[in-house]
């Protein structure tokens, strides 16, 4: 990021222009690449995941719109953005507005925070996780805020039951990630990152020697995104749409946009902590093998995005095939799963972390 | 618990091998079923001799019979196939037409003109 | 004196997975149901009430839409009524004919209830997998009768036209068995599938017999009681109700999956007959001005969702004086009121799916 900043600054100094107004602009920069990728990622996203339920099914998927159904979701978005924005009457008009704001703008924050190459790192604080943290647990406010204002007893289940969800899956995460702080000595993802490039390669990533820790964090992450099977809050079958029943229109599209985008920023956020980040599986990286010089150094920049990517996309089809496959928990064997056995398991993955560190600290410096 | 974890690796790869199954759905505007020569769909009428039998087998009472007019409604018809079955000289047929969707009512009211008794 | 600090909530008529139009009137501590009430009616079409306007032949059409997943059920218990009437013999391949489609019929609607039972626990992919194997026998059933699913095929004193094409329900009884293999595989083996039904919504047997529980439902729970036994149609037909002890919904899920097997046999059993004896052989009623002497007559038939029966009581006119169908689901939604006290909304819809029950059977 650096790097790219000066190259920018330098550029505007040539054409005269002060120097805080390029400190300004050059901040819209990133935002703006991080709507338009994440827009295009969502829609990607969410016609894969009905591409892939279908297959599952043996179906075909949408194909209707456009090219192999590839418009789909473009169309649906536009469905919802010429329909009514209905509020009822009863309910709390300020909070049924907010709550879709509360739940989409986190996710654009978060995705700042990821380290996509070992240049593209947006905000880059040394507190890193502890921020992404934060801010990945505000849609939990937005899901009680909608659930509550709608005055619909049904979103009001929803909201309840995501609170004592995510309470109780908060805490395996925050356990584990402990376990990751500890071997990479450090809050900031992209040193997290950097500590997985040892000389064993992909057995030196994290998801190795913390396999219990990669387990119990991606069943956690299930939990707060209401995935299949911890898809309680807005479980179709019991709850109708849970937290999202009275909401039509754009602010429905906002909850969708959110839910998606999350998925995808927790799927990157996972390879980074476990998989690698944008570390080549190869040891080597492509580009620099094939070419040399100063275009090789530049594609090293996409390609590094180009891996970090595909582990998350990784993630998300697993997520998309649990769905296929899993029915729905019951409400309290999953907080018994929470309290009683992730969160023991996670300790003492803790420990385990601490203990290998201290013996083995040589190979994670 | 390993059995717990035994039965969730084997139920998700059993639904991943279909992944690479064809897909059974059919395309329908494009391809459509193919249906048996048995099949019950719009009702056509040919040769009546206007004995009546039709309406008096048929349970919600879509047929009318008017001097040379043969009319069947089929807003009220649900395709049971009585009339077809029942008359005596098969001069009712169920065709394989199935997509009577109309915007305009009158679409479904089918007039048969039978002044042409058969051949007796 | 009503409570206030309990929420009360309409679960239906217009809910995703209470299978049609049924409204249960929950009132709610927490996510704790206090109490059940079911209210039923919202599909009522006065199909008894019908059956003194029109006659006999112009009444039996509409007798499949009772319950539309299994119509060949409650068609042949009508047929049944008016050939017991005029005594009638059926030969011995109208016979097994019917318990042929009968059968293919019962393992339709199964599978059918295994796919959506499946998707109110959250499932996705079942759902669409016994709908493929569903798909083969609607095929069929559309070759044969001329409809997918009211098929109107049996008639009075036999049926509307020859069998054929048995080869395609050997050619589906083969598929059936290896995809019931990989129902279990996906289904039986899952953990949490395991603990949503082991155990929840026990119904114990003095419970279910005075509910007048009859069917699967009843078997899951100990009591040996299957109307094939003494049904006319199923005489030197080899088969072994499935009798389990379990109760809960897993047991009544498991039953299902098991009787896909036992009609298999049954089917299996009635190809042969047909095999044996190819004249069709029938002595067809004449339909117009039917008049059944009077008098009292009754059928009954195990049905998918229980004890299905027929009374009709005639004054020797062409129309039934009174006629009254009895349908298994009926009871089994009255059952709910006790099934769902103290349990948690989230059980619920899976104690509610698992008893099988259909709207139109229930309110008729």
């Given at each position: 990021?650096n790097?790219?900043y ?15 107004i ?5 901040y819209?920069?990133?935002i ?5 990728v ?9 016609l894969?995941?009905r ?7 043996q ?8 090219f ?6 473009l169309?649906?978005?536009l ?17 049924f ?14 995705l700042?925070?990821i ?7 947006f905000?880059?604080f ?11 647990g ?8 909608g659930?509550w204002?709608?005055n ?10 995501n ?10 995460i ?9 071997l990479a000595?450090s ?13 064993y390669g992909?057995l ?7 396999i ?14 209401n995935?299949c ?15 999202n029943?009275?909401?039509s229109?754009?602010?429905?599209a906002?909850?969708y946009?959110?839910?998606?985008s ?6 990157l ?11 080549s599986?190869?040891?080597?990286y ?5 070419f ?5 150094e ?9 891996w970090l ?10 997520v998309?095939?649990?769905?296929a ?6 409400s ?9 056995f992730?969160l023991?398991i ?5 420990l ?11 190979v994670?410096? | ?5 035994k ?10 091998k ?13 391809k ?7 099949f ?6 040919e ?13 919600s009472?879509a047929i009318?019979?008017e ?7 089929m ?6 196939g ?6 005596p ?11 009577l969707?109309?915007?305009?009512k009158?679409d479904?009211?089918l ?10 | ?16 997975s ?17 109490s059940?009430?079911?209210?039923v ?5 006065g199909?008894e ?9 112009q009444?039996?059409?509409?007798v499949?839409?009772?319950?539309y997943?299994?119509?060949?059920f409650?068609s042949?218990?009508f ?7 005029l005594n ?11 318990v042929?489609?009968?059968?293919l ?13 499946l998707m109110d626990?959250?499932?996705v992919s ?21 409809q997918r699913?009211m098929?109107?095929y ?11 094409d ?7 009884l ?13 289904i ?6 395991l ?13 279910a017999?005075?509910?007048a529980i009859?069917?699967v439902?009843?078997?899951a729970s100990g009591v ?12 030197g037909y ?29 089917i299996k059993q ?11 052989n029938?002595t ?11 008098g009292e007559?009754?059928?009954?038939i195990?049905a998918?969702?229980g004890l299905a ?14 006629l ?20 948690y909304?989230?059980d ?8 099988d ?6 309110d008729?």
């Open positions: 990021m790097y790219l000066f190259l920018y600054i330098e550029f505007l100094t040539k054409h005269n222009v002060p120097q805080i390029g400190d300004i602009t050059f819209c920069i990133p703006t690449i991080i709507f338009i994440l827009l295009l990622v969502v829609l990607a996203l969410v894969a995941e591409k892939l339920l279908g297959w599952f099914t179906r075909k998927g949408p194909n209707r719109v456009g192999w159904g590839i418009l789909q979701t169309a649906d978005a469905k919802l953005l010429c329909k009514e924005n209905i509020t009822p009457s009863s309910a709390d008009r300020f909070l507005n907010l709550a879709p704001i509360l739940m989409f703008t986190p996710a654009l924050v978060v700042g925070l380290p996509y190459s070992s240049e593209f790192m905000v880059n040394q507190t890193n996780v502890l921020i992404y943290i934060i801010f990945a505000f849609p939990i406010l937005s899901i009680l805020i659930g204002a709608s619909n007893k049904y979103s009001l289940f929803g909201g309840m039951r609170v004592s969800q995510v309470l109780a899956y908060e805490l395996p925050a356990f584990s990630l402990l376990g990751v702080i500890t000595s809050m900031n993802l992209g040193k997290i990152t950097l500590a997985q490039s040892t000389q992909v030196g990533w994290f998801w190795m020697p913390c219990i820790g990669f387990i119990v964090m991606f069943i956690s992450i299930l939990a707060e995104l995935r099977p911890f898809d309680l809050p807005e479980a179709e079958s019991e709850l109708i749409c849970g937290y029943t009275e909401y229109g754009m602010r429905f906002l909850f946009l959110g839910e998606y999350l998925l995808f920023a927790n799927a956020f996972l390879s980074v902590l476990f998989l690698g980040g944008y570390l599986p190869f040891g080597k492509i580009s620099t093998v094939f040399g010089g100063q275009i090789g530049i594609l090293l920049y996409f390609e590094q995005v180009f990517i595909l582990k998350s996309f990784f993630i998300i089809f697993v998309i095939w649990i769905r496959v899993f029915p729905r928990m019951a309290f064997d999953l907080l018994k799963f929470s309290w009683a992730l023991p996670s300790i003492l993955n803790l385990l972390m601490v203990l290998l560190k201290y013996f083995m600290g040589g994670y410096a | 618990m390993l059995k717990g974890i039965g969730l690796i084997v139920s998700m790869l059993t639904v991943f279909h992944l690479f199954k064809n897909s059974v759905t059919l395309e329908y505007p494009e459509k079923i193919i249906l048996s020569n048995n019950r769909g719009m009702p056509i009428v040769g009546c001799i206007k004995c009546g039998t039709c309406i008096k087998v048929c349970p009472g009318k019979i001097s040379d007019n043969f009319n069947i409604n807003e009220k018809c649900i395709f049971c009585n009339c077809a079955y029942y008359c000289k098969n001069c009712i047929k169920m065709s394989d037409n199935y997509e969707a109309s915007s305009d009158n479904l009211s007039n048969f003109d039978i002044s042409k008794k058969g051949e007796e | 004196m009503t409570n206030t600090n309990l929420l009360k909530l309409n679960l239906g008529p217009q809910h995703p209470t299978h049609g139009v049924l409204r249960l009137i929950l009132e709610l501590d927490g996510e704790k149901i206090v059940c009430k079911p209210d009616g919202y599909l009522h079409r199909m009430k019908m059956a003194e306007r029109l006659s006999y032949v009444y039996y059409p509409t499949d839409r009772i319950d997943l299994a119509g060949f409650y042949e218990l047929c049944e009524i008016i050939e017991k009437a009638v013999e059926l030969s011995e391949r109208v016979k097994a004919i019917r042929l489609l009968l059968e019929n019962r393992i339709a609607s199964h599978l059918l209830w295994i796919g959506a039972y626990l959250g499932a079942p759902f669409f997998y016994t709908f493929r194997e569903r798909e083969l026998i609607l095929k069929y059933f559309e070759k044969i009768t001329g699913m098929n109107n049996f008639i009075f004193g036999g049926v509307r036209r020859d069998i054929f048995i080869e395609d329900v050997e050619e589906f083969e598929i059936l068995k290896t995809k019931i293999k990989d129902y279990e595989r996906i039986d083996s899952n953990p949490i599938f603990q949503r039904t082991k155990g929840k919504g026990v119904l114990e047997q003095n419970v017999l005075n509910g009859t069917g439902n009843l078997r040996n009681l299957d109307f094939r036994t003494k049904h006319k149609l199923y005489e080899e088969f072994t109700p499935i009798v389990s002890e379990g109760k809960d919904c897993y047991t009544r899920y498991r039953a299902r999956v098991l009787e896909l097997n036992e009609s298999s046999k049954l009635a190809i042969e007959k047909l095999k044996q004896n190819s004249a069709l029938q067809l009623i004449q339909p117009i001005g039917l008049k059944l002497p009077a007559f009754y059928s009954e195990e998918p969702r029966s027929c009374y009709v009581k005639s004054d020797g006119e062409n129309k039934p004086y009174r009254k169908w009895r349908t298994g689901s009926y009871y089994a939604v009255n059952l709910l009121r006790k099934l769902l006290k103290g349990t909304l989230n619920a819809i899976a104690i509610a799916g698992s008893l029950i259909i709207l139109p059977e229930v008729k």
